[in-house]
């Protein structure tokens, strides 16, 4: 596993941006997988954006909107949120699989930051 640690998120109005970070500081081993997911009250959490191989892979939700990268060299994982809408108002957590595996399955969670967008 990997100690993850995030910052970034917190309000703004509907069409604005954000952008969250995830940093791993210290970690020297590999990681596989990389990836931000979210939960909105009273619904179940689901992922939002995914990275495997340097392949993104999008919820159709947040396309065109959110873009995932991966800054190797400063152990971060970051998630740019462009025009914002009130239902990506969540709980965002970043996470990671350290483990190879044919599919990403995250073993690593960081420990959440609130995104709330008003209308």
């Known amino acids: 596993q990997v100690h993850l640690l995030q910052s970034g998120g917190g309000s703004v109005a509907a069409g604005g941006s954000l952008t969250l970070s995830c940093r791993y500081p210290?970690?020297?081993?590999?990681?596989?997988?990389v990836g931000w997911f979210r939960q909105a009250p009273g619904k179940e959490r689901e992922g939002v954006a995914t990275m495997r191989r340097g392949v993104a892979t999008y919820a159709e939700s947040v396309k065109g909107r959110f873009t995932i990268s991966q800054e190797k060299a400063e152990n971060t994982l970051y998630l740019q949120m462009n025009s914002l809408k009130p239902e990506d108002t969540a709980m965002y957590y970043c996470a990671a699989d350290t483990r190879r595996r044919n599919n990403c399955e995250m073993n690593s969670w960081g420990q959440g930051t609130q995104v709330t967008v008003s209308s």
């Open positions: 210290g970690y020297t081993g590999n990681i596989y997988c």
